[in-house]
């Protein structure tokens, strides 16, 4: 009776082990499939220009710090009456809510710029997907309506970012021309140079930040690009 009673337990219990590991495999293969899902959609490649017919120039100011030079850089674009985009951190519009709130209210696009100025080619998807979102969610307040451009910090994104910013609704955005503005000895001649150098103005995206220099560079940069017959405006304006 006792021999039975254990080769019925022993039955049992390889049964339950056997239930336990088929659940366990079914579980792996649907997480894995899950992840492989996530990281097989394919997303947009980053846009670095707009229509080459456009009769816009977007200017693009990455903005995580330069507080202390806005201001000029704001006067500059209200006098000459030209809305440009303002590619924004999260941590940035949280220290200083009325320079992002004056920005809104002179009527210049909100992009997201993340949350946080990192190396998104160093995040994973959940990570892209956070800085991404809660930037996002700190903007609208000030904007009242829905972002829908990301640039990435430092142009640094891998395929995670695309993916978070394209199921987040985002066009994730990168340049055409770079003022380089923030590297040493970026003096205002040397950033028109950089700028004026290139070919092919229309529709182009131009990187810049505020610095110093920048702002001093700004009017003589939007003077050229009139005397070319372009106008220069915002990176939904050279998207259309």
């Known amino acids: ?3 039975v009673i254990n080769k019925k337990i022993a039955i049992f219990v390889i049964i339950a082990v056997v239930l336990v590991l088929i659940a366990g495999f079914i579980f792996l293969g649907r997480t894995k499939a899950k992840v492989a899902s996530s990281y097989n959609v394919v997303a ?3 846009i670095r220009r707009g229509n080459e017919d456009s009769k816009y120039i977007a200017f693009a100011c990455n903005v995580d710090w ?3 030079v806005l201001p000029d850089i704001l006067k500059t674009l209200n006098d000459e009456k ?3 985009t303002f590619f924004v951190t999260g941590r940035w519009a949280e220290k200083f809510p009325d320079l992002m709130q004056q920005i809104v209210d002179n009527g210049h696009e909100i992009g997201s710029h993340g949350y946080q100025h990192l190396n998104y080619e160093t995040l994973s998807l959940e990570q892209n997907t956070e800085q991404i979102r ?3 969610e700190i903007l609208s307040k000030h904007t009242k309506k829905e972002i829908t451009l ?3 910090p430092s142009g640094a994104y891998n395929k995670n970012t695309l993916i978070a910013s394209e199921k987040l609704g985002y066009k994730t955005i990168l340049w055409t021309m770079d003022t380089i503005d923030w590297r040493a000895g970026s003096t205002k001649d040397v950033i028109i140079d950089r700028i004026l150098s290139k070919d092919g103005f229309s529709g182009a995206i131009v990187l810049m930040h505020p610095m110093p220099e920048t702002a001093k560079a700004l009017p003589v940069l939007i003077e050229s690009m009139h005397e ?3 106008k220069v405006g915002t990176v939904s304006d050279v998207l259309k």
Do not use: S, T
Request: without cysteine; charged residues 25%.
């Open 228 to 230: 070319k017959g372009l």
């Open 44 to 46: 947009p490649e980053p």
């Open 134 to 136: 809660k930037a996002g």
């Open 150 to 152: 990301f640039a990435p």
């Open 66 to 68: 330069g507080n202390e």
């Open 1 to 3: 009776m006792i021999v």
């Open 82 to 84: 030209i809305k440009i």
